[in-house]
């Protein structure tokens, strides 16, 4: 079996810098007695360990729907569309409070971010979701992430949260990313209907053959199974994030994993494709033009932002989150990045330090004009300049 390791890797949780843990609805909730409490009180230990260590930890967390419905007594059974909105309405507040409360003892602070698809697919509302979400990081709170089913419909879902997580971790850097289920790992056939299925500890790639043992969803609760798993390990592994699938029906079950409970490791690319800035870099024609000075030429060779101080020239018309060629003072094609202002007022604060800028524009900005992240450093090579 190529692309398979028979031997799991010895590795720790704390050794990974930012970690996102998706948890399933079948975890978190019973269909008659609602909210697992004990199991999230020590899911929360688990995180307070972690973040003690020094890891960020992102949640994704499912459940709403599956809670609101026990709250409002709806039936077992299919829900009409407007009947899983208004649980997920009733249930978001429970499982928010929950978390809040769970957190809380031991001294942590959750923040709720419940995201439509368009909110990681556009790209001015994915950058306010990563400035938000990296605003809780910074702050030491708990980012406690879910899609958003009070609006979504059919047609503008993830229609799973193993995806959702999968685009969360590749959107904020996290190195390793951790799907809680309710099976403990890959088996090279769905182990409930076939006895001699062989577990698989670790995955070197998701190929087309270890994507053929993907099976259906084994919970009543779940909306994806075994194949949304993969297609989550396959958006990120690609951009350089490791994947864990493991049981969560267990306490501690973040634990569990340091301390060998089986769980099936998929290996992030060695050579990743950073897709996000491979995207910004060749697949769009920049809306805009920078052109900057010497010293923001330099600061930009060293993997930093670029700063609004640094700017000598804006043109072309661009909104925000929009691509622009930043040019260096030589005429030469210096990197390509996602602005962070429309053209109006990057052409005001052009040239003007960091602390004028919201005198200037007359509301709260970010600090960089082109975030690192979002920038895409190009070889030397001498190119025209667009007109305006």
């Known amino acids: 079996m190529n692309h398979i390791s028979q031997a799991h890797q010895s590795f720790r949780l704390s050794a990974y810098h930012r970690i996102v843990v998706k948890i ?22 688990d995180v307070a360990a972690l973040a003690k260590a020094g890891v960020e930890v992102m949640i994704v967390s499912s459940g709403a729907i599956a809670l609101g419905r026990t709250v409002l007594g709806l039936p ?25 409360e769970v957190l809380s003892h031991h001294a942590l602070r959750a923040g709720q971010i419940l995201l439509t698809l368009s909110d990681t697919e ?12 990296g605003t809780l990081l910074r702050l030491k709170a708990i980012p406690v992430i879910n899609e ?32 809680l289920s309710d ?80 769980s099936t490791l998929f290996k992030a690319s060695l050579t990743p494709v950073n897709a996000w800035k491979t995207w910004i870099s060749g697949n769009l024609e920049p809306s805009g033009r920078i052109v900057i000075d010497e010293g923001a030429l330099v600061a930009l060779k060293s993997g930093k932002s670029l700063l609004a101080a640094g700017v000598r020239e804006v043109a072309g018309q661009f909104l925000r989150g ?28 052009a040239g003007r330090k960091t602390n004028e800028i919201a005198g ?25 300049a667009p007109k305006e």
């Open 148 to 179: 958003n089913d009070t609006v979504a419909t059919t047609e503008i879902r993830y229609g799973d949260n193993d995806r959702l997580a999968a685009r969360v971790a590749t959107m904020m850097g996290a190195d390793l990313l951790i799907l």
């Open 24 to 45: 399933g609805s079948a975890l978190l909730v019973d269909r008659t007695a609602g909210l697992k409490r004990d199991w999230l009180e020590s899911l929360g230990a």
């Open 183 to 262: 099976i403990d790992g890959l088996y090279t056939a769905p182990p409930h209907q076939n006895p001699d299925a062989q577990f698989l500890p670790v995955v070197d790639a998701i190929t087309p053959d270890i994507e053929a043992m993907a099976g259906a969803a084994a919970s009543e609760y779940s909306r994806g199974g075994m194949k949304t798993k993969l297609d989550a390990g396959k958006i990120a592994n690609a951009a350089g994030t490791a994947m864990i699938i493991t049981s969560g029906t267990r306490f501690n079950p973040l634990a569990a994993i340091d301390q060998g409970e089986r």
């Open 76 to 100: 077992n059974g299919p829900l009409r569309l407007e009947e899983s909105q208004a649980a997920a309405a009733a249930g978001q507040i429970e499982l928010a409070k929950a978390y809040a």
């Open 360 to 384: 200037i524009l007359g509301y709260d900005a970010r600090s960089a004009m082109i975030h690192r992240d979002d920038l895409v450093v190009r070889a030397a090579k001498r190119v025209a």
């Open 322 to 349: 929009d691509t622009v060629a930043v040019f260096g003072p030589d005429g030469r094609e210096a990197a390509r990045g996602l602005i962070a202002y429309d053209a109006a007022d990057a052409v005001k604060i």
């Open 122 to 133: 556009e790209r001015r509302r994915y950058l306010n979701a990563r400035a938000t979400v």
